[in-house]
């Protein structure tokens, strides 16, 4: 499976931001799809993880700002993101397993990932 994130730029803090990650097949059944950030100098954290039954897990530092969604079962992967702030500055990955890792930085399947920068 090979994964495709795109939507990423530049954007004032405050401003917002909506990224897509689509799948080169969607034909391998997979339980745990979403996003990790890498901040410039720290390691990937999960963000968003939503597990086979549509129910999203969100890590502390983005819960309330960001949605992560998809249009149907089998589609792409979608996260808006609110409020944004300097500190959200980070490259996105879209990730998935055949087993949902949630946040946990153990993913089979990762996108080259999109840069978000939030200048103040």
């Known amino acids: 499976v090979q994964l495709v994130e795109s939507g990423g730029g530049s954007v004032q803090a405050g401003g917002s931001l909506r990224i897509s990650c689509a799948a080169s097949?969607?034909?391998?059944?997979?339980?745990?799809r979403g996003w990790f950030g890498q901040a410039p100098g720290k390691g990937r954290e999960g963000a968003a993880i939503m597990g086979g039954r549509g129910t999203t897990a969100y890590a502390d530092a983005v819960k309330g700002g960001s949605t992560n969604s998809k249009d149907n079962a089998q589609g792409p992967l979608y996260l808006q993101m609110n409020s944004l702030k300097p500190e959200d500055t980070a490259m996105c990955y879209c990730v998935t397993d055949r087993s949902c890792q949630w946040l946990r930085a153990v993913y089979t399947y990762w996108g080259p990932g999109t840069q978000v920068t939030v200048s103040s």
């Open positions: 097949e969607y034909s391998v059944r997979t339980y745990g």
